[in-house]
């Protein structure tokens, strides 16, 4: 650190200051709605002062929504469990299916692999709504529609792509020779795939994955439209909040907050792997 | 133990060919120095050898098999690579441990065996390490020691001082040989480093362009050059490559250099007449009194003291440069005019349009005092 004088740590510090209050400034707004009731959010002025409460949480976690017009049930921890289930498993099978395509794809130039590929790329073209229809009604003949299996699935729209075109960057970026050498010492491509090849990709899959895990998790109009309510997440679960005696902003806050945990815990964690595969690039041959 | 055979490899990238029906032999036990300027082939054939990748046509025999067509990991040989190619995520011991590993070997003979060659490379006190915490030389050493320990019949050796400073490189090319020799080993060797290949090879193969130039002994290549082009390659200071026309008189065959008639030892007839190159090595001329036999003219421009040698730049009084190269300790002239002679039994006469060398394999060994 070079020297500097105190005046400009203190401007330095201020300036920081006001860039983490302009970012951090909804979600920590949406923190405190979580904790008030929905008339002292509505209250107008808004006030930074109020008499917290729980009660958004225990409505959520009870699934018992009081609300002017009496008591509503609502399956929130139940969506929130769809959402878990469903991101978890949908990257879980994109890591499956993408990672070994991603290394065929990166180390071998195949008829085709290019326009195959890019097809899949293509997925993340399409608006979600134009594939949609057609999809409704395969679903439907198929028996997949309002299925984890079927959702599973259509997730893959999304997680797939992104897994295949990022990882496959980070096999590339590996020296062919490191793993020629491997195979040279005696070893056979699926080992040299296994200990050479996924390490040394780690972060990279480890970011795909996040990433296809936030996307997965943010979801709202495949399982909006092929989803029943026992098997939403809460994407599409918090529409139960815009109840007939108003919007409740209280829980929708509480809701907002337990369902950007997850992801947001996820991210945290794999921080560290994340940088770590920034530095590891700097490792030459 | 392992010989290798080469047989009519040709491999195209796109249109371009990389190699072009090249056939090579390696013998059991034999240091083969491929040896050539970047884009030869030289790496390409390599990795043919190594099975990583495939050749479009032709036969790769090792230890008399065909292995054109097994898979890398069944070839058995040991590769060393220009960059090392070390696994980032490993620390140096399982680096090296890898061909032991593959072999199944009990962790007792995988820490022995991973140890000794540690020690004979003397990076003993590193192996806990991973690479990214090994200095550039304690690389190449580990890289060198995974392709030795598995004790590999063939061993195929990238370049591998390519990326290692001077002191160490002039070291380990003093301590391979000798390594080398003690394996047993058969060795394909590439460098672009001729004083790696003549310190290494007991033959060298000469690339350019997908093709061998030139196979033979360091001794053949540096005194019998296919061409100008290999001539110029090996040497340092380069050999002196001047325009002459030969003629002969009741002597034989004679050159003119500044009007002075040079003659020359050795069968040279056939270049009588054609335009020529004469290729004179620094070390074949030397400074001598005025008046003696073929003293030939010159003035001093610069003089570059090497320590073993030293390096004087003369100009004919045709305005052509040459180098003279002599032992430090040998008396010359350092400024002015002097005179200088040339060894007529090394010269070397090239053809002019083609740039091949023309006539007489009966050039004198100067090492050995026999005909090569």
Redesign the interface.
Known sequence: MEHTSLLERILRGIALALVVIFFMFPIVWILMMSFQTNETILRIPPQLVFEPTLANYTALITGKLMTAAGTLDIAFMRNLWNSVFLSVTSVAVALLLGVPAAYAFARHKFRGSEDIAFTLLSFRFAPALLVLLPLTLYFQKLGLANTYIGLIWVYQLICLPLILWIVRGYFEDI?A??E??????????FATFRK?AL??AGPGIAAAGLLAFIFAWNNFVFALVLASADKQPVTVGALAFITSSGIQYGQISAAIVLSITPTLALALYAQRYLVEGLS?G???? | MASLELRNIVKRYKSQTVLDNLSLTVADGETLVLFGPSGAGKTVLL?LV???IDPDEGKILIGGEDMTDV?????????A?Q???????MTAFDNIA??L???HSSQGTIKAGVESVGKLLKIGHVLSHK??ALSNGQKQRTALA?ALV?SPPLLLLDDPLRNVDAKLRFEMRLELPRLLADRGATVVYVTQDYKEAMALGDRIAVMSQGVVKQLGTPEQIYREPANVEIARLFGDPTINLLDVKPSRDAKGVYVGLSNVQVHLAGAHEAAVGRDCVIGLRPEALAFVDEGTSGAIPVTVEAETPLNEKIVTLVRTVRGREILVSRPSGIPGQSEGRAHIAVDSKSALLFDRASGERIGSKNVVNLRSGEAA
């Open positions: 020296p020779d490191i020629y050498a491997y195979r040279i010492a005696g070893h056979s491509w050479i390490p040394l590891l700097a490792v030459k041959g | 990795r190594a099975g990583v898979d890398a990991e069944f070839r058995g040989v040991g590769m690579f960059n090392f190619a070390l696994f980032p995520h890898t061909p590993q593959a072999k690479p990214r995974r598995g």
